[in-house]
T-cell receptor, first 115, second 109 residues
Framework: DTGVSQDPRHKITKRGQNVTFRCDPI?????LYWYRQTLGQGPEFLTY????????KSRLLSDRFSAERPKGSFSTLEIQRTEQGDSAMYLC?????????????FGDGTRLSIL | DAKTTQPPSMDCAEGRAANLPCNHS???????VYWYRQIHSQGPQYIIH???NNETNEMASLIITEDRKSSTLILPHATLRDTAVYYC??????????FGAGTILRVKS
């Protein structure tokens, strides 16, 4: 399978704990995006990377959230001191660089449940 | 905010064509129209995109009006597996996707 891969698929944790999600983009895709989706809503943009550089962050991304893409390949999204409101599906997408008109392709997400 | 308007829901008979409309009256010259769909518990699936010409691929056809203020996604022979939420998004290539509420398409046998 050469699609976007996300791990874990499901995460259940207690309020106040830290969690980390991983995203492996499609090979050679320079851009990597993170989105969050709550029940009944469309996905909302969180942040994106061009190679290892984080180029934009949404105001939804509070100080408790941090994303990295250290070698320009896989990315991690960490949430510290989780809150009930963090319960959502976290989606990752990747696309080639701006030289191409290919679209973003999504993984199947990590569903986070906060107890 | 999303720059598109879609009907909240539509029904289609299995085997018939599904025509999903989208209004994007404020689209600018360098913005593309993208269509995605999302089946429950899965990530959004890319369907098709275009700038101003009509486009067709193995999944669907995209018809964009000459003034580019609206478009229609056509699934030529809908099946039960096409039941999903369909999102129409206008975006300058390379930027973030801004999803609206989408259209819930129900394909019925």
């Amino acid at each position: 399978d050469t699609g976007v891969s996300q791990d874990p698929r499901h995460k259940i944790t207690k309020r106040g704990q830290n969690v980390t999600f991983r995203c492996d983009p499609i090979s050679e895709h320079n851009r990597l995006y993170w989105y969050r989706q709550t029940l009944g809503q469309g996905p909302e943009f969180l942040t994106y990377f061009q190679n290892e550089a984080q180029l934009e962050k949404s105001r939804l991304l509070s100080d408790r959230f941090s994303a990295e893409r250290p070698k320009g390949s896989f990315s991690t999204l960490e949430i510290q001191r989780t809150e009930q409101g963090d319960s959502a599906m976290y989606l990752c997408a990747s696309s080639p660089g701006t030289a191409s008109h290919q679209p973003q392709h999504f993984g199947d997400g990590t569903r986070l449940s906060i107890l | 905010d999303a720059k598109t308007t879609q009907p909240p829901s539509m029904d289609c008979a299995e085997g018939r064509a599904a025509n999903l409309p989208c209004n994007h009256s404020t689209i600018s010259g360098n913005e593309y129209v993208y269509w995605y769909r999302q089946i429950h518990s899965q990530g959004p699936q890319y369907i098709i995109h275009g700038l101003k010409n009509n486009e067709t691929n193995e999944m669907a056809s995209l018809i964009i009006t000459e003034d580019r203020k609206s478009s229609t996604l056509i699934l030529p022979h809908a099946t039960l597996r096409d039941t999903a939420v369909y999102y129409c998004i206008v975006m300058e290539y390379g930027n973030k996707l801004v999803f609206g509420a989408g259209t819930i398409l129900r394909v019925k046998s």
